[in-house]
């Protein structure tokens, strides 16, 4: 079966496809667990609108079941593709099989799967081990060989941010003996689940005192990290050093009060380059790159992290 439908699958993302343009997209998006995810479905629908598209938009709320559902269904309805930001990296196989065999083409967006590239026609993202990397050199800089325990805030357990981007922050620590991940744990990407695993972080390691550095998976977990702090009685970015990724609006706030000290940004618009691809590939069968990357920046408090929130704070978050 799988052997039919890779061929199947070649087939037609070699050799052009049925409809001449992206008319009617579905977008099947993981939720609203965070400020960039809310800005990612804001832009995506923005984009849709701009470009005259029917965009069909299904939240998961976090349950993978719930887009493999909204995936069967965009493929019930016959759209002309179909987005989706997958909310776990395993468990896609059988609906992408089946959305091949519909020839409807998938685009993946700022996460990746586990599941054969020929199965959807490209994914868009940042390099995610990338911006775990990035963070980690950061805080290599930062302390100056310093000893430095550090606590880490991971992403959904099993999904692909979470997995690269500690990968990432490790291997940009990797050279600095002086630096230590004490303590880590899933706190659901979501702000809540950051303070509240911050705080058990806090009691464990000496009220903070023992505690050199936080590294959050993104800023939302680092913002309710921040409230956690500065509740135990600390100053965020000064007694507990604060670098995450994402570069929301609150953030900027965070580095503009100096309770935050770095960011690594992941653009919100996926959806501009995944909606080139389709239409190009939609119009004359164009295929994409298999992986059309994004840039990442990192942003510090010498960034004018004010006008960087003035720049960001209506798009969504």
């Known amino acids: 079966m799988l052997t039919k439908t890779l061929m199947a699958t070649a087939a037609v993302f070699c050799f052009g496809a049925t409809a001449a343009s992206a008319q009617t997209i579905g977008f099947s998006q993981i939720g609203s667990e965070s400020g960039w995810r809310a800005a990612e479905t804001t832009v995506t629908q923005q984009e849709a609108e701009r470009r005259g598209i029917d965009l069909r938009f299904s939240d998961a709320q976090q349950r993978q079941e719930n887009q493999i559902a909204a995936i069967r269904s965009f493929i019930a309805q016959g759209v002309d593709g179909i987005l989706v930001a997958p909310v776990v990296a395993t468990g896609w196989d059988s609906v992408l099989e089946e959305a091949a065999e519909a020839e409807i083409p998938v685009v993946l967006l700022d996460r990746m799967v586990d599941s054969s590239p020929e199965l959807y026609l490209t994914a868009v993202g940042s390099d995610l081990v990338h911006e775990g990397r990035v963070a980690g050199e950061w805080l290599v800089e930062a302390v100056a060989g310093e000893e430095c ?138 295929m994409p790159e298999k992986f059309i990357q994004t840039e990442s920046k990192l942003y510090t408090q010498e960034d004018d992290p004010q006008a960087e929130y003035e720049a960001r704070k209506d798009l969504g978050y």
Request: with cysteine; hydrophobic share 40%.
């Open 149 to 286: 325990r550090v606590v880490e805030l991971q992403g959904t357990t099993g999904s692909s941010p979470a997995i690269d981007r500690k990968q990432g922050f490790e291997e940009g620590i990797a050279s600095a003996d002086n630096i230590e991940i004490v303590r880590s744990q899933t706190g659901d990407f979501t702000r809540t689940r950051g303070k509240e695993v911050m705080e058990s972080f806090l009691q464990a390691e000496n009220g903070g005192a023992d505690i050199c550095a936080l590294y959050a998976h993104n800023d939302d977990m680092a913002v309710g990290a921040i409230q956690a702090i500065k509740e135990a009685g600390l100053k965020p970015g000064e007694d507990i050093l604060v670098v995450s990724i994402d570069a929301v609006p609150d953030i900027f706030q965070a580095l503009a009060a100096g309770e935050a000290n770095a960011t690594v940004e992941l653009t919100p618009n996926m959806a501009g380059p995944a909606f080139d691809a389709l239409e190009a590939y939609l119009a004359d069968g164009t």
